[in-house]
């Protein structure tokens, strides 16, 4: 059974920094593409990055690039997001999710979230 | 970037509605379409994708349809379990997007 537990979330003053994991189990999480995803209050689901197998392919989206860093290690079976220079609109749910790369790309599997508060 | 637009924002509907929601891209993203429904305080769940294909173990009463730039998804009889927030997600772009969501409401 597949399992994505986040954690590292908490609560970080403007301009502070947190880091993010996901322990992810019941698949060969080396053979699939990650992504994280995250949910602001009162707003809808907002995909930030993803990753490729080994980590050589990474793309971010236009409000965390240059601020978030998506990372795996493949032998802990984990993945991470370092973020930098926190802003108050990135308050959110964090979720990981894992690809699936078939017919077309799809979120088939969800970690619970963690929540990241971002404030004075 | 792709941008996706959902319609209506949300609705009201009885448990047995037919409910049906579009999801429009901004360009064509032939069938890279995927919808997921989710609940307040839990992870989403992948309902349909490649715009037509049912995910294993959603029930049939949910289906896809659309290629190109408009799409719906379609709750035949909508049951009391189904009342949550909507999402369309394209994946045609490496630069994946989301639509704004539909919440079904009672």
């Known amino acids: 059974q597949v399992q994505l537990v986040e954690s590292g979330g908490g609560l970080v003053k403007p301009g502070g920094s947190l880091r993010l994991s996901c322990a992810a189990s019941g698949f060969t999480f080396s053979d699939s593409y990650m992504s994280w995803i995250r949910q602001a209050p009162g707003k809808g689901l907002e995909w930030l990055s993803y990753i490729s197998t080994s980590g050589s392919t990474i793309y971010y989206a236009d409000s965390v690039r240059g601020r978030f860093t998506i990372s795996r290690d493949n032998a802990k079976n984990s993945l991470y997001l370092q973020m930098n220079s926190l802003r108050a609109e990135d308050t959110a749910v964090y979720y990981c999710?894992?690809?699936?790369?078939?017919?077309?790309?799809?979120?088939?599997?969800w970690g619970q979230g963690t929540l990241v508060t971002v404030s004075s | 970037d792709i941008q996706m637009t959902q319609s209506p924002s949300s609705l009201s509907a009885s448990v047995g509605d037919r409910v049906t929601i579009t999801c429009r891209a901004s360009?064509?993203?032939?069938?890279?379409l995927n919808w997921y429904q989710h609940k307040l305080g839990k992870a989403p769940n992948l309902l349909i994708y490649a715009a037509s294909s049912l995910q294993s173990g959603v029930p049939s009463r949910f289906s896809g349809r659309g290629s190109g730039t408009d799409f719906t998804l379609t709750i035949s009889s909508l049951q009391p379990e189904d009342f949550a927030t909507y999402y369309c997600?394209?994946?045609?772009?490496?630069?994946?997007?989301f639509g704004g969501g539909t919440t079904v409401e009672i």
């Open positions: 999710a894992r690809i699936t790369t078939v017919t077309t790309w799809y979120f088939d599997d």
């Open positions: 360009q064509s993203i032939s069938s890279n």
């Open positions: 997600q394209q994946s045609y772009s490496n630069h994946l997007s």
